[in-house]
């Protein structure tokens, strides 16, 4: 079964600091890498995706991805309170395109 | 907004009552997504439809019907529910066939079974 591994936290960081997001996954074929962040009680919504290795930034928000190591992470720089969601790494399986979710890790801002 | 909606958000309903979810996007996509969410679980993917053909059935019961009239429309036909089937149930569109496969989510609607 193709897995998506995510730390549920709460992951707590204070206001300004680097919040720093972990994704592990199983399938080697999986191309394509993102990061959805999710108010409670709001749906995901796509904040970066990412397909070759290394680095990739928008904003206070870099993704870097590891396919060796089958990592993916999220980074966020000067992390404000309105950040506080959970946030859900997602892959696709490398044989049907579907994406496989991880179970999310919410983060905590605090002021 | 993301180019997908969903009617109703919010929908209370009996276990003998049948109901239909509705989602439609404006985003040019082809293809289209039934995800449920239940609490402290991940996503659950529940039917794919591209070009309007359905290609995955994640094994759910068939007190869930989906309907996708065109590339743009998808709905959930629900019926004769139970209790855990309470959850928000997301609709997602994305561009079949590219690398990216970015799914872009709808509000969702919160379902309530009683």
């Known amino acids: 079964q193709k897995e998506v591994e995510q730390n549920s936290g709460p992951l707590s960081v204070p206001e300004g600091a680097i919040a720093s997001l972990n994704c592990t996954y199983s399938?080697?074929?999986?191309?394509?890498f993102f990061w959805y962040r999710q108010y409670s009680g709001k749906s995901p919504e796509l904040i970066m995706f990412i397909y070759s290795n290394g680095d990739k930034e928008d904003g206070r928000f870099t993704a870097q991805l590891n396919k060796a190591s089958q990592y993916v992470s999220l980074l966020i720089r000067d992390s404000q309170p309105s950040d506080s969601a959970t946030y859900l790494c997602a892959v696709n399986d490398g044989n049907t395109g579907k994406l496989i979710f991880g179970q999310g890790t919410t983060l905590q801002v605090k002021p | 907004e993301t180019g997908v909606t969903q009617t109703p958000r919010h929908l209370v309903m009996g276990m003998t009552n049948k109901k239909s979810l509705k989602c439609e996007q404006h985003l040019g996509h082809n293809a289209m997504y039934w995800y449920k969410q239940s609490a402290k679980k991940p996503l659950e993917l529940m039917f794919v439809y591209n070009f309007k053909e359905q290609t995955e059935n994640n094994s759910v019961p068939s007190r869930f019907s989906p309907e996708c009239p065109n590339s743009s429309h998808l709905f959930l036909h629900l019926h004769t529910l139970q209790p855990e089937d309470s959850a928000l149930y997301l609709c997602a569109s994305s561009q079949a066939g590219t690398s990216g496969y970015e799914q872009y989510f709808g509000p969702g609607t919160r379902l309530t079974v009683t």
């Open positions: 399938d080697r074929g999986s191309q394509s």
